[in-house]
């Protein structure tokens, strides 16, 4: 550690303030703007459906399903390949080709005719966007020390649950344009699509690659950030690359575990949420425009529990507990909404409230539970691949689980059933790591050396370090 960086010092914290605050003003907004259009990208066609959609490309329900599911495909193909090709490649470039596409795909889908053309880009657009949410991750941990992960992340996944919220209100307002020259559904396409096309072009020009060349950084503040990163790692710390190191993540046991931990997830998180606009179509006998703009309150409802759990995550260094409690909530949300009888219609909707703010807040927690447990920089990158390869899965079949409207009841018992198993995932995964922490605190000297050659030395030993201690 550099005899530079003394977190206890007055100094330096006031440093360090003004550090986190500089680099929030710098990096946050362009990752922000593109969580915000990547999510209306990747939603809005659960918005089209209710704009005419289905009708003008002959579509049935099960043809709009696998539209859902399939932006998922490329999730799994993609995912570990890029992210090794981002670890070594500048991010300001990768970012900016990647934005662009997102915003070029919805856009033709605009002049798409029927079912095929939708599903082709669709899946194309799951190509372009499958790495984004890994990539961010693995970014913003390139700048942010352990304990100020899941606060970035959360803000991430706040501008999601707004762009949830808003996605909504905007379709309301483009349903009313007259559809004598477009239908509503291709409009939405428009509006949402153009926008990333602009961030592309900013991305490109104001999104520095790493500290080493931000030049919003003075000298001072360069030194105290490549410290204070140093110091955070510790023994783990390492920004080498090789393929062992690629390797060491294949075979690491917890990689799958926070990979089972993030699909368990994300098939109620992202059934919900493709849903939403479906299940409180269900819930009344309103028009599907008032559906639409009814889809904003839960997600204001998420952005508020997203701030709180991911602020006090960080502060207690604590994960597992605070996924844990979303959990509960999850689960109480589902029985409500299932054996709540229909007639009582504020309540049932109050219960989807319930249900979409428990099934966002994890997200951040997970995303820095997993982060900062694999270092260094190239496990990072790698294990973010296959962890969310898993989850793409998760986030597939999540498209596939509402198929029963317009009660959903099918769809609501297996997210139950998926959070409970989740739920049991967690605690042993929280219990593992605790009890291999407590095990190398116990470890001799020697002990510690067998250690660090069994991993290959102290080039390739990243978190197995024996003077790592996980975070739980």
Known sequence: ??????????????????????????????????????????????????????????????????????????????????????????????????????????LCMT???????????????????????????????????????????????IVSALGGATIGLIAFGISQIPTNTLNTWQW?????????????IATLFFLPDKPETAKFFTEEERKLELDRLKADQGAAEDSTWSWIQVKSVLTDWKTYAYGIISGLSTIPGAGVRLALPSIIDGLGTWAEDISQALTTPPNIVACFFIFL??????????????????????????????????????????????????????????LAWYTSNHYGLTRRAVASGIIFCIDAIGSAVGGQIYFDPPLYWKGHAIGLATVALQSIAILTLRFTLKRINSNRAKMTPEEKERQIEKYGGHELVGDRHPDFRYGL
């Open 111 to 157: 002049a798409t005719t029927n079912f095929a053309g939708l599903l082709v880009c669709r899946i194309i657009l799951g190509a372009s966007e499958a790495v984004y949410d890994p990539i961010q991750m693995y970014y913003i941990s390139l700048w942010y020390t352990r304990h100020e992960l899941a606060r970035r992340s959360g803000f991430t996944a």
């Open 188 to 200: 939405l396409f428009i509006i949402f699509g153009a926008p990333s096309i602009l961030l592309a």
């Open 309 to 366: 759990t991911a602020y006090y995550s960080d502060r207690l260094f604590q994960r597992a507990y605070f996924l844990i409690a979303a959990n509960v909530v999850a689960i109480i949300g589902f029985l409500m909404i299932m054996f709540i009888p229909e007639q009582h219609v504020g309540v049932r909707y109050f219960t989807v409230c319930i249900l979409i703010a428990a099934t966002r807040v994890d997200g951040p927690i997970r």
């Open 1 to 106: 550690m550099s005899s530079y960086y003394d977190k206890n010092d007055p100094h330096t914290i006031a440093s360090e303030k003004k550090l986190r605050r500089k680099m929030d003003m710098h990096i946050m907004p362009i990752l922000l703007f593109a969580e915000l259009f990547g999510r209306y990208e990747q939603s809005v066609v659960t918005n089209a459906k209710l704009g005419g959609l289905l009708e003008d490309l002959n579509m049935s329900e099960f043809q709009y399903r696998w539209c859902l599911s399939a932006y998922y495909v490329a999730f799994f193909v993609v995912n570990i390949p890029i992210n090794i090709l981002f670890r070594r490649g500048r991010p300001s470039i990768f970012l900016t080709i990647l934005i662009f596409t997102w915003g070029t795909l919805v």
